[in-house]
């Protein structure tokens, strides 16, 4: 498990390492690196998602680690709670950016739009009262970006709380 200390409260999140192992994988190392810390969720939209995990306060990009492959067609879906990795048009730029889906995106599984979708790989397990203050603060656009909430959301610290395996269910 891992927990997203954040300006508005904890997150608590369970990767699926089984049906997700490269994004569960690739999230957990910019974890245990260090990544998310001081980092903000820079895209609110009510109804829809709060995406995070790529940018400073100030919207000071983050330099990312390469790119992973896209594992959408792992038969999880984009429903209220699920985690899915944020990408670009292309299907396999993912990178360090997530999203936590506040409504059932459906629309966002594979094969989505564009005949791939977007990557769940895992959920929240607490904190969905944290992520449903989030999903309903003011945004505005800022740097060229929309939907910026315009208080910062910061995740303070992103920690491994616990090792779990899709064994000890």
């Known amino acids: 498990m891992i927990t997203l200390k954040t300006n508005m409260g904890d997150i608590v999140i369970e990767l699926d390492e089984e049906k997700a192992p490269i994004a569960a994988a690739n999230f957990a190392q910019y974890v245990e690196e260090g990544f998310y810390d001081g980092t903000i969720f820079h895209r609110v939209i009510d109804n829809f998602m709060v995406q995070g995990g790529g940018f400073e306060p ?12 896209n594992e959408a067609k792992n038969g999880l879906s984009n429903e209220v709670g699920t985690l899915a990795m944020a990408r670009t048009m292309d299907p396999h730029s993912a990178s ?4 936590i889906n506040i409504a059932n995106n459906k629309f966002l599984d594979y094969p989505g739009q564009d005949g791939w979708g977007y990557c769940v790989f895992g959920k929240v397990i607490d904190g969905m009262d944290v992520v449903n203050k989030m999903k309903v603060v003011a945004t505005t656009a800022r740097m060229g970006h929309q939907d910026v909430p315009e208080e910062d ?9 616990a090792k779990t395996t899709a064994a000890a269910d």
Do not use: D, H, Y
């Open 96 to 99: 360090s950016q997530f999203f």
């Open 153 to 161: 959301l910061i995740i303070e610290k992103a920690e491994i709380t």
């Open 58 to 69: 100030g919207m000071t990009q983050k330099e990312t680690r390469a790119t992973i492959e």
